[in-house]
């Protein structure tokens, strides 16, 4: 069996609001080979957002380790970890969280302005993430142009453009119609089936989860 | 790095915060501009007013010609030097003036204000080449004539040319004009020395000017005469005594300038802080988002504080087009140095607009410090879970 690309081992997350402290996840283990496709599904304020965040590495666990690619994440400091989530990590969020101000190109270039790589080779990258998510000729919009199924694309263009080692999407369909949410769900797909990428979806809706290869759960910060 | 567009674009679409930012730094701006042209103004007008190659003479330790005296034989003494040059009619380029303040009335409100009257000779004129005669004739010998500077001729009764001006009790007729091409002279009136020491009632003068036939004789020139015990008198190069004499107005006047624009700064930096705070409140979710992409601390920290200072700098410029309108206008104010009314213009140079523009993106930084620190703080799950 090849090494796995995410090992949590023994996990433990606690929040303290005051001297309180707020347990959230409970001695969590998981194990994610290479180009999985995952969906964590449980209910809300199960620790499902606190598990990605943490596979982010944007949130540190209050115990145990976790490793991405056999690294160890939560031994970097501050200004490692920022480059190793720009080298390592996609992100896609259920509300899209584009810059309003930059227009769809621009967005999904962000990350790659953290790369060496010059303008024209930037260009190039951008452009094909764009035609991946189908977005080709909106690259002059701005996201208030788009419809919401047309933002998640082009924030998904954003979380694949730097060719990063795991994409994590916290509930990318949860605000999106029926016929959107199959648009998303097969680019997904397609991304971990034609291009091999590694993604861990938080979802609700069991449509969604479909497409996963594996259905986790996690219930009151425990995973079954 | 947080490309440009992302800060210029936001500065763009939040125009009336913004714009309110730039109008408050740009009132500064305008101010602390003002201000400068305003004692440059005055510096280059009384500058303006010597000539390179000529020499003053006045009385030791009296800072202006008002203190100064100069008995006659001194004066033939030094009007002997060699050094001077020589008139069109083969004597010595030189002449005694005296230098007296009067009162008169400002023409349009009434006002009272100090105007020179300096007694002048047939040299005096050839001297200052930045003086001619504009309008109407010079004084003649013997008479109670005289020529007005023409700010002075603008702004007093009784001084615009064919009128007539009591002083020194007499009735003195304005022949001509003078146009000194917006230096001292311009608001002094000149009249006959003679007639004028007699209606003052003044045995001595008040300074000498010599043209130097080479200018580099001056320190020679200068040493002979204060070590000569018989001559208890100052030589200065005319630039040098015209420019000592904008010292303190000018030094006054940056001073006083300076602290109005730091008490207004410190509002408009206020100002500048709220803006950006607000801008940073705001844009929670998007500075969680351009972590969790990668964008370190330091470079949120950059985007904002650059946005603070482009804010700034927008207003610097607008508050330099402001005070450059002001090129156009001249004041008329009492130069404390002399005691004297002196019309003068604002004046721009490469090194206000520098100073203004460094002054308000000072201001921007500073305004932007604070708020730029707490969006680089941000923890960036707090941050993501922003609405
Ligand atoms: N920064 C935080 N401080 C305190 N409590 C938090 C914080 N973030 C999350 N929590 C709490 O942790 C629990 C799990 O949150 P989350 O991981 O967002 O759940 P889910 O994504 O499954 O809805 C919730 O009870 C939430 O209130
Ligand atoms: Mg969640």
């Known amino acids: 069996m090849p090494e796995p690309i995410v090992q949590v081992e023994n996990v433990s997350k606690s929040y303290y609001r005051d001297s309180l402290e707020i347990p959230v996840l409970h001695d969590i283990s998981l194990e994610i080979p290479r180009a999985e496709f995952l969906a964590l599904m449980g209910p809300s304020g199960s620790g499902k957002t606190t598990l990605l965040n943490l596979l982010a590495g944007i949130d540190q666990p209050t115990s145990g380790h976790l490793l991405v690619a056999g690294k160890d994440i939560a031994s970097l400091s501050d200004g490692d970890l920022a ?142 | 790095m947080i490309p440009v567009s992302y800060t210029v674009r936001n500065i763009i679409n939040h125009k009336i915060t913004s714009a309110l930012t730039i109008l408050g730094v740009s009132l500064v701006v305008f101010v602390f501009a003002a201000v400068l042209m305003m004692s440059t103004g005055l510096r280059e007008t009384l500058v303006a007013t010597g000539s390179d190659d000529n020499a003053i003479v006045i009385r030791q330790a009296s800072l202006t010609e008002v203190q100064s005296i100069i008995p006659r034989d001194q004066a033939d003494i030094v009007k002997t030097s060699p050094e001077i040059a020589v008139a069109t009619d083969g004597l010595p380029l030189f002449t005694k003036e005296i230098y007296v303040l009067i009162t008169l009335l400002n023409r349009h409100d009434g006002d009272k204000a100090n105007v020179v009257v300096r007694g ?49 009790a007499r009735d003195w007729t304005v022949v001509g004009i003078l146009d000194a091409g917006g230096s001292g002279f311009d608001s002094e009136l000149w009249g006959d020395i003679d007639q004028m020491m007699d209606a003052f009632r003044r045995p001595v003068y008040s300074s000498l000017t010599f043209r130097l036939a080479d200018p580099s004789s001056f320190v020679a ?111 008329s104010m009492t130069n404390w140095d002399t005691f004297s009314e002196l019309a003068f213009n604002f004046q721009l140079t490469p090194g206000i607009v520098l100073r203004a523009i460094l002054f308000a993106v000072v201001m921007g930084f500073i305004g932007g410090v604070l708020p730029a620190v707490r969006a680089s703080m941000k923890r960036i799950v707090d941050s993501l879970r922003a609405v």
């Open chain 1, 83 to 224: 480059k190793w989530r720009s080298e390592n990590i996609g992100m896609v969020f259920q509300f899209y969280n584009l810059m309003p101000v930059l227009t769809a190109y621009e967005n999904v270039e962000l990350p790659l302005l953290l790369t060496k790589l010059s303008r024209k080779e930037r260009r190039k990258h951008v452009e094909t993430a764009l035609s991946i998510v189908g977005l080709a000729d909106r690259m002059k919009h701005y996201p208030r142009q788009l419809s919401g199924g047309q933002e998640q694309r082009v924030a998904i263009a954003r979380a694949v453009v730097s060719d990063p080692t795991l994409v994590l999407a916290d509930e990318p369909t949860g605000d999106l119609d029926r016929k959107s949410t199959d648009e998303i769900m097969s680019m997904l797909s397609r991304l971990n089936s034609e291009f091999g990428k590694t993604i861990i979806m938080v979802t609700h809706d069991p449509r969604a989860a479909k497409a996963a290869h594996i259905v986790r759960h996690l219930d009151k910060g425990e995973l079954s």
């Open chain 2, 120 to 168: 002048v000779s047939d040299k005096s004129l050839e001297l200052r080449p930045n003086a001619t005669l504009v309008e109407g004739r010079m004084w003649r010998e013997g008479t109670s004539e005289i020529i007005a500077g023409k700010s002075i001729a603008e702004r007093f009764a009784g001084c615009g040319l064919g009128e007539t001006v009591r002083f020194g």
């Open chain 2, 221 to 331: 020139l200068r040493d002979r005469i204060e070590d000569d015990p018989r001559l208890p008198l100052e030589v200065k190069r005319e630039k040098e005594y015209y420019a000592d004499q904008s010292r303190s107005t000018a030094g006054f006047v940056s001073i006083l300038g300076t602290v109005v624009s730091i008490v207004f700064a410190c509002a408009a930096i206020v100002g500048a802080m709220i803006t950006m705070f607000a801008a940073v409140a705001n844009r929670t979710r998007e500075i969680g988002t351009l972590r969790a992409l990668g964008f370190s601390r330091l470079s949120i920290l950059n985007a904002f504080l650059l946005e603070a200072m482009l804010i700034a700098l927008a207003g610097g410029i607008l508050g330099i087009a402001a005070a450059a309108t002001l090129s156009f206008v001249r004041i």
